[in-house]
């Protein structure tokens, strides 16, 4: 075991829920080091791997958390809050209308039907869209340009959503995460 020096990496820790699955999994779920030994002392956390690094205090020594669970569960919402961000979840980080899958900062919403005509601004009623297809869309009517959304929109549950999150794995993933985070994929045949 090497003891953390001042300036070394950040060790983030998997939380997962009671129920050993992620409590997110996009934003994926992490707590820094410090959180995670915080929850230890607390008892708030099962510890279930560990890095092999250490933090010491003048009187013990302890290996830095890489995968905790929750001792109590926490329910997950049912019904996500409507963000733009989600919005961008539900639909794959995707323009519904040129398909394009692009970063967060080149996409926009649209309403469907829009504003100017009844509109709302709901789940059923906006999708992802690149800036050139909303601009060409405008405040038109989709029968207007022969322009529809290549999934109607609805509101997705938590489930979806989740879903959907597994499919953007973070740019760092420990190797002590991997079956926690992929424990229900299809296995290969």
Not at 49 to 56: A, C, L, P
Not at 86 to 94: E, P
Not at 128 to 146: D, F, Q, V, Y
Request: with cysteine; glycine share 2%; hydrophobic share 35%.
């Amino acid at each position: 075991m090497r003891p953390l020096l001042a300036g070394s990496p950040h060790y983030p820790a998997l939380v997962l829920n009671a129920d050993f699955r992620p409590l997110s999994y996009f934003p994926l779920s992490l707590w820094s080091w410090q959180d995670a030994i915080k929850a230890v002392f607390l008892d708030r956390v099962s510890v279930l791997s560990e890095y092999d690094e250490e933090v010491r205090s003048p009187s013990r020594s302890l290996r830095l958390p890489s995968v905790i669970a929750l001792k109590d569960y926490i329910p997950t919402a049912r019904r996500p809050a409507f963000t733009r961000f989600n919005v961008f979840l539900r639909d794959n980080f995707s323009c519904q209308y040129c398909l394009d899958r692009l970063p967060t900062h080149d996409l926009t919403f649209d309403h469907v039907i829009p504003r100017c005509k009844g509109g709302r601004t709901t789940w059923e009623n906006v999708v992802t869209a690149c800036s050139p297809c909303n601009l060409i869309k405008g405040s038109r009517m989709p029968h207007e340009l022969h322009m529809y959304p290549r999934r109607t929109p609805s509101q997705p549950s938590t489930w979806e959503l989740q879903e959907n999150g597994r499919s953007f794995p973070p740019n760092y993933l420990h190797e002590s995460w991997r079956d926690y985070l992929y424990w229900d994929s299809e296995l290969d045949t």
